[in-house]
């Protein structure tokens, strides 16, 4: 007993000066140029356009034709979705598209709040800015912005803007909300050339909240989002007031992660977890290794060949369909 005591102790001593020694991290980025070819001579356009969500007759008409002549194939039996998206519950989930859901009063609910574009680096961008339409006398509305994941868009936060900019209590804060689409996602112009990161995607964003008069904001951020607006903060402490995410998992695991996986079992109070972190943790193989193999079959494809993909699911609504669901059935 009084060896696990002094070994936790040692231990934890060495947590404690790995922590201490840590520096904070302020990363550093350079402009950069995501337009076709190279950049214009004089400068770049900084006009602010209105954008309005939009569809046709012919738009439409062309969706329910490559619905109409998509060719099912059925599952294995009794493979439920141990092998992807299962057949039957696609078909069930095209049938609701093709038939019952209302796309133009769908295109209707996206252009409920103002939606705009901006060229930033070459590229255009798209965002909502909703202003609070009453501020208490004697404040402010507070800046905040709100970026999204994937498989996701800037209509995540469409249950959260009214709780922002409308609060009931008149003594709540009150929030101007500007969320934009990450570039290559939504209505955001992709980029051109290789090498486009979570970093550039935050000062992109920076230039937008600059460019929208707001010299210093708070930000949240969720899935990819979480990347985006973190690595916002590590530009730029003193502009970014505070940071909330949802989502964030320990991008490069050190020492301290490292210990946590090995004694976390026998030691669980001396890294902070619960009976139930325990359960989830524990055995480390399963639950962290062969489970995340199993469960990340797209993610492989996107990290290493997403054009084949992309392409391939390009011209096929429900092909796309099921892909993307299949990414919200393995979380």
């Not at 939606?115 to 070459?122: A, D, L, N, V, Y």
Request: proline share 8%.
């Amino acid at each position: 007993m009084f060896a696990e005591v002094l070994v936790a102790v040692a231990i934890g001593g060495l947590i404690l000066f790995l922590v201490r020694r840590s520096p904070t991290q302020v990363l550093k980025t350079e402009d950069g140029w995501w337009g076709a070819g190279e950049p214009p001579g004089g400068g770049e356009d900084v006009t602010i356009r209105p954008f309005r969500v939009a569809t046709s007759d012919e738009e439409l008409e062309d969706l329910y034709r490559r619905m109409d002549q998509t060719r099912p194939v059925p599952s294995l039996e009794d493979s439920q979705f141990n092998y992807g998206f299962n057949s039957r519950s696609l078909e069930k989930v095209v049938s609701y598209w093709r038939h019952d859901f209302d796309w133009r009063r769908q295109v209707d609910k996206l252009n409920r709040y103002p939606h705009f574009k901006t060229s930033i680096e070459g590229i255009d961008v798209h965002y909502l800015h909703v202003k609070p339409e009453k501020v208490p006398e004697g404040s402010a509305a507070i800046p905040l912005v709100m970026v999204h994941g994937w498989p996701g868009s800037f209509y995540e936060f469409y249950g959260l803007i009214p709780l922002l900019t409308e609060p009931e209590d008149p003594q709540d804060l009150v929030f101007e909300v500007v969320c934009p689409s990450i570039p290559g996602y939504g209505f955001s112009e992709a980029p051109h050339k290789k090498g486009f990161d979570s970093i550039c995607a935050a000062r992109i964003f920076h230039k937008l909240m600059k460019r929208l008069g707001f010299q210093k904001f708070y930000a949240h951020g969720g899935d990819w989002g979480w990347l985006v607006t973190t690595n916002m903060a590590q530009l730029a402490p003193g502009i970014v007031k505070g940071l909330h995410v949802n989502f964030a998992p320990p991008s490069k695991p050190g020492l301290r992660v490292a210990l946590s996986v090995m004694l976390g079992r026998r030691f669980p109070k001396m890294f902070g977890f619960t009976d139930t972190d325990v359960q989830r943790l524990f055995p480390c193989t399963e639950k962290l290794v062969v489970e995340s193999i199993k469960e990340s079959g797209y993610m492989h494809i996107q990290a290493t060949k997403p054009d084949t993909v992309g392409r391939g699911l390009n011209d096929s609504p429900v092909g796309l369909a099921a892909y993307i669901l299949e990414s919200f059935h393995d979380y």
